[in-house]
């Protein structure tokens, strides 16, 4: 999953960039021009420890998570920012995360309820920017179409105008009411507004890590959205030290776990994904995929081939595997099962796929 990292300046932004990723970005608060960094780190599961000592697999391949730190918005270009140079990086993320300040300073005091406004309204103006253009697209399109094509493009620009207008009421895209088909008709688009977005709150050492609701944010504007808090500064110390001393230091400090343990669960809760697993001799690995997939699509994500060769899926879940022992032992207790291509994955199935090739 790639993970877009956005923030005003003096957010804090980069310094979680490094808290989460371990690394040593530079800030970025020269403006849109400003370096833009990446880091990959991986989604520790607990699970494949215990699995790789059953099956003793050549490797062991945890999800990722694909972290892009962007320079700010520079609001005195339409070239840049939002709706710039960068926008594809933050249309092709399956997630947003924005970074506000939550603590005072010498820039100033914190008012992370006007900057977390100011930060959603950026990616509405940015859609709304993306709509009207689509809008004039199809219009003109329809006024060049033959009778014949015009049944085609009706309902595409039906779907594009009611989004923009629900839009500038203020309802995110993601929030819309629309119908399946008027979904279908707007996601080529890659809006902003209708991707998940996680709010990490940029907190002092003295705010309770647990605590969201501290902060006297609204709750109308963080309805829909994940929120967690985090001191950047201190989760940046903290990953550049030996696990076990950090761990020291968040019990002291009463923190529970990681920085990115914590966005990271808060990620996959918004963004609605579980993971299931594969083993065997070559490996034993974890796939994020979004909660209630088909098996079929499932299948998909090892191989695109295995789609078109699907037969069927044997699935048991890690907790029956572990109490069996084996997926041979799992079978003659009845809690391996063979499912079929519209299956609904759940977290934690070890599932095998077999595949006609």
Known sequence: MDIAIIGLPISGKTTTFNALTSGHGAATGGGATGPLHVGVVKVIDQRLPVLERMYHP?????AEIKFWDLPPADHGSRNTGLAGRHRNILQGAGALLLVVKAFDNAQGPADPGRDLLAMLNELTLADLET?????????????????????????????????????????????????PS?????SDYQL??????????NTDESVDAQDVHSLGIPAQLTNGLGVVNLCARLEEDLASMPEDEAEEFRDALGISGSALQRVKQVCYDT???VSFLTVGEDEVRAWSVPD???????????H?????????AEVIHYDDLVRCGSVAQGRKEGVLRSEGKAYRVKDGDVINFLINV
């Open 131 to 179: 709509l009207e253009k689509v809008e004039v697209r199809l219009s003109d399109s329809l006024k060049k179409a033959k009778p014949a094509e015009r049944p085609a493009l009706l309902p595409q620009a039906d779907a594009v105008r009611k989004c923009r207008e629900a839009l500038e009421d203020g309802c995110r895209v993601r929030q819309q009411e629309l119908t």
């Open 271 to 273: 963004v609605g994904l």
């Open 182 to 186: 008027e979904r279908l008709a707007i």
């Open 292 to 302: 209630g997939i088909p098996a079929l699509d499932a299948a998909g994500t090892i």
């Open 304 to 312: 695109t081939d295995f789609i078109r060769g699907f037969i069927r």
């Open 192 to 201: 902003l507004t209708d991707k998940p977005v996680v709010v990490a709150f």
């Open 58 to 62: 050549r490797k062991i391949v945890y």
